[in-house]
């Protein structure tokens, strides 16, 4: 079974409409961490926004926020007011356990396929 | 935020020769580094998992004596492609968490290609 599922290969927005990018996720672990990140075509990966199985509150950064719902074991992004730059791949990931305060002990990424985001002027 | 280099950015290398990645945490040390490798319009798929003075986790199916990896100090990892073909070329990232240890930050990635 997949642990990261993104059922949304592509999708048009139009310029300034909010997007949900879709993500459910399937783990055993009660710690985990929750990642967004961002591809352009250049392939860097630009880190977004991270929430933590342990989190009351869902994360927002800026445009950006997380829709946490953990008994669905969903986590969609949201994006505000889409700009032009907006359009690149996300990624969803997941890593299970808990990470020292060295970064030691965790596991890498799990990524998602991935959504191929398109905005339109 | 926290900042991770990769070098070469690209590299051409001819079949048969090894080629070596360098990843480097800039701003703070990294206990434990990952490897990803991407290919075209995919997804990234965990390599390895590069631990500092002991010896690399490969995930399943990672071949470790093609893809060697050194974690030498704590803001370097190396990997090193040996003896490359034509289907080692792709595009390989590396991470690292930052020193709270609950982001991960990727490095700009190398593309390696194999003729």
């Known amino acids: 079974a997949q642990k990261i599922t993104q059922t949304q290969p592509g999708m048009f927005v139009q310029e300034k409409e909010a997007v949900t990018l879709d993500c459910t996720y399937d783990t055993s672990d009660p710690s985990y961490g929750l990642f967004w990140y961002k591809q352009p075509s250049s392939g860097e990966m630009i880190f977004l926004i991270y929430?933590?199985?342990?989190?009351?509150q869902n994360a927002t950064e800026g445009r950006y926020s997380l829709n946490f719902q953990k008994a669905r074991k969903s986590a969609n992004l949201v994006i505000s007011a889409s700009q032009l730059g907006d359009s690149a791949m996300y990624f969803c990931a997941m890593r299970e356990g808990v990470p020292t305060d060295s970064g030691g002990g965790a596991d890498g990424l799990t990524f998602g396929k991935g959504t191929h985001l398109i905005i339109q002027p | 935020g926290a900042v991770v280099s990769q070098h070469p950015s690209r590299v051409i290398c001819k079949s048969g020769t090894s080629v070596k990645i360098e990843c480097r945490s800039l701003?703070?040390?990294?206990?434990?580094m990952f490897w990803y490798r991407q290919f075209p319009k995919k997804s990234l798929m965990l390599m390895a998992t590069?631990?500092?003075?002991?010896?690399?986790?490969?995930e399943q199916g990672v071949e470790k004596d093609k893809f060697l990896i050194n974690h030498a100090s704590l803001t370097l990892s190396t990997l090193t492609v040996t003896s490359a073909h034509p289907e080692d070329s792709s595009f390989y990232i590396c991470s690292a968490f930052d020193s709270f240890g609950r982001e991960q930050y990727f490095g700009p990635g190398t593309r390696l290609t194999v003729t």
């Open positions: 590069s631990n500092e003075g002991s010896k690399a986790t490969y």
């Open positions: 929430q933590g199985s342990y989190d009351q």
């Open positions: 701003d703070f040390q990294a206990t434990t």
